[in-house]
């Protein structure tokens, strides 16, 4: 289902790397699928449930909730912590079918943009360089990129035309 407005469906997904030192990080992001704005990008090195709804909560408090959160099948997805907060949320959890990534396609882009222009782009020593250089690459991707399906608008300027 295409969304055809803003906070009507979120998507999120999970991503990994590491450290020049090799210790491995997570990134939890959080996308609104109407306007392609990248809502959060929560890095640390383990992000278990209560953190991820600590994030959406915080979300929520700030916008509003949304109807639907699109998952992918993880571990992290199907577990009974998150489905239990979608109930509680009344928020609809949609898990695409399995194997499907291109079901969940606007957060596999920002995904794939996020590993070229910013995982594979730079070695970090901290994961607090890591926490600054995503929020500036998520300003940067909400605030000035033009983006080809959004009529060449940036999300945060799509939602203000």
Not at 1 to 20: E, R
Not at 50 to 59: A, C, G, S, T, Y
Request: with cysteine.
């Amino acid at each position: 289902m295409i969304p055809v407005a803003a906070g009507q469906t979120w998507s999120i997904d999970f991503m990994s790397d590491a450290l020049a030192d090799g210790r491995k990080f997570r990134l939890f992001n959080v996308l609104d699928d109407y306007n392609r704005e990248s809502l959060a990008i929560e890095v640390d090195t383990s992000l278990p449930s209560l953190r991820v709804q600590r994030v959406l909560n915080k979300l929520i408090n700030e916008r509003s909730k949304p109807a639907n959160i699109r998952v992918d099948n993880g571990p992290e997805f199907i577990s009974n912590t998150l489905q239990q907060w979608c109930r509680e949320n009344q928020i609809t959890l949609q898990y695409i079918q399995p194997g499907k990534p291109m079901q969940n396609a606007y957060i596999e882009r920002k995904n794939g943009s996020i590993r070229r222009e910013l995982l594979n782009a730079f070695l970090f020593y901290f994961l607090a360089e890591v926490r600054i250089m995503t929020e500036e690459w998520r300003h940067d991707y909400n605030h000035e990129r033009p983006h080809k399906a959004l009529g060449y608008l940036s999300p945060v300027k799509l939602s203000f035309s």
